[in-house]
């Protein structure tokens, strides 16, 4: 396996650390996870604006679920 960017393994220690199965069990589960968040993201910000604000509001309201 490559070597991950160092942002790239920001998101996926981030994934892997909110996962309750914990990295070894779900490493793949934590990578489409991530990317999907990120994706999402950079829609969020093309298409409306999105600040860091919102963006941290939206992972606290998904963390409180």
Known sequence: MSELS??????LDA????S???PDDCLNESRWVAAAAL?????ELK???ITEK???AIA???EAQ
């Open 15 to 18: 994934a892997n650390g909110a």
């Open 54 to 56: 919102n963006i941290l």
């Open 20 to 22: 309750s199965y914990g």
């Open 60 to 62: 606290a309201e998904l």
């Open 39 to 43: 994706r999402a993201v950079v829609q």
């Open 6 to 11: 160092p942002a790239a393994q920001v998101v």
């Open 47 to 49: 298409y409306f604006g």
